[in-house]
Structure formats: C-alpha cells, structure tokens
C-alpha cells in the first residue's frame, strides 16, 4: 500500500545517480516517504531492482535510464515523468563523479573534462529541462548534491574542487532568478560518504578514511541515507523558507 502520510505525501521526485550510494537511498527513503520517485543513472539492472524493492514495499517507481551529461537523456527523463505521473514536484540531482587524484599539473585533461561533464553539466542539464516544468506548475523545489569541496579545498582532486563550486554557484544563481516564480533550489554540502565511489577508493588507499573524518567533529564516514534525509527535507514544503542555501551535512566538517 503506498504510503498515506510523510514529508513527501503526494509529491513526485525525480532523483539522478539513483543507482547506489545516495541516490538509492535517497529513492527508498523518498519513496518511504509518500514520494513517487523517478530514478535515473545509467546502470539498468541497479535501478530495476531498486524499484521492485520500492514496489515490493508499496511505493512507486519508475525506471528512467539515461546520463545527465546528455541533455536528451534529460529531456526524455522529464518527459517522461510528466507523462507518467502529470507532474515534477522536485529533484534531487545527485549524480556526480569524482577521482583519488594526482596533484593538478598531473592530472589528465580528460580527467577534467569528465568531472565537469558530470558535476557541473549534468546539474546545468537537468536544471535546465526541470525548471520549466515547474514554472508550468507554479511550484518545485530542487536540491543539488554539492560537497564540503564545493567551499573549501578538501584535500580532494582540483577538477573536482572546481566543479562543486561550480555547482554551489548555479544552485544560488537559479535560486535567485526563480525564488520569486515558486521555485526553491538549494545544494547539500556533503562530507565523506560510504558510497560505492569511496568504497572502491578506499579499497585502493587504505588510509583513505582515516584522512577523509580527520577534519570532522564526528570522525566517520556518513550513511548514505543520512545525506538522503537532508534532501527529503528540503525537497518538503517543511522547508519552504530555505532556497539558495549551501546546507552542510558534514558531521561538523565546515564548522572548524
């Protein structure tokens, strides 16, 4: 039985990475929630068998195969949530990549030019085609996956850096020019995460954790579904005074 009540009652979310990591559990958890939720990433066989678990539990999901770097993925993606569901009450747009890295003047070009394509035109894309949609509507609210790299240097690769403070600056931009029409548009500035990313990472430098919490107060990884909880919260009308925000969910990475 869908669920009756939640922040997200009634509300259609489409969320991008949505095939591990925080995007899937920001997909459980928003589904949880009341949310019909919309899941794009690349990998078809993750997202068909996240949506019968969200099926299997009385949600709704549709399965939404695309890349945000591709602007007619997006365009379909959208389209195609209208179409199923009459409707685009908000978006997390989540998908983004990132590299252990070699110091700057090492660093591969396409490297670059990769991390740039994901993290900044992938949020440029889906903004884009989801924004009016909901100037149609008169409503939405948008949340963008940024990073604690997105207002400091971490430690992390300097393409990466770059990109989430490029994402931090079109989240307050758009937010800006839409806050007057009905739209809210914030970003998450996430520390370390145990996502499938920095698993593998970790596999590779084992010390890699260690280094990613020393800065925090609370010195650990965060879960996935805390990071999720943030954007359930901000894509809720329980956060309709917030827009063009930067909100850390960092265990305290940002405050010291």
């Given amino acids: ?7 997200l009652r009634d509300k259609t979310v489409m969320i991008t990475g949505a095939s591990s ?11 949880e929630q009341g949310a019909a939720v919309v899941l794009m990433a690349r990998r078809e066989e993750k997202l068909r068998a ?14 939404t195969v695309g890349d945000v770097t591709d602007p007619d993925d997006v365009e379909r993606v959208v389209g195609q949530t209208v179409e199923e569901f009459g409707r ?3 978006a997390f747009n989540n998908a983004g990549w990132g590299s252990i890295g070699t110091p700057l003047h090492e660093t591969d070009d396409a490297v670059f030019r990769r991390i740039m394509d994901v993290n900044v035109q992938g949020v440029w894309n889906c903004l884009k085609r989801q924004i009016p949609v909901m100037l149609e509507q008169g ?9 604690t790299a997105g207002a400091f240097a971490t430690g992390a690769i300097a393409p990466y850096v770059a990109a989430k403070h490029a994402v931090l600056g079109l989240t307050k931009a758009a937010a800006a020019e839409y806050g007057d029409r009905g739209i809210r548009i ?4 996430v520390g370390s995460t145990r996502t499938e990313l920095m698993e593998t990472a970790m596999e590779r430098i084992p010390q890699l954790e260690q280094a990613a919490v020393a800065r925090a107060i609370q010195r650990r990884l965060a879960d996935p579904v805390e990071v999720a909880q943030a954007a359930a919260w901000l894509c809720s009308d329980q956060a309709s005074f917030i827009t063009g925000a930067g909100v850390p969910v960092d ?4 405050a010291v």
């Fill in 251 to 254: 265990g305290g990475c940002s």
């Fill in 21 to 31: 990591g925080i995007g899937a559990a920001a997909a459980r958890l928003f589904a």
């Fill in 186 to 189: 914030n970003a998450l500035m």
């Fill in 88 to 90: 685009l009450d908000a």
């Fill in 50 to 63: 996240l949506a019968g678990d969200i099926v299997a539990a009385g949600g709704r999901a549709l399965v």
């Fill in 139 to 147: 409503h939405g609210a948008v949340v963008n996956t940024c990073s």
């Fill in 1 to 7: 039985m869908a669920a009756t009540h939640g922040l």
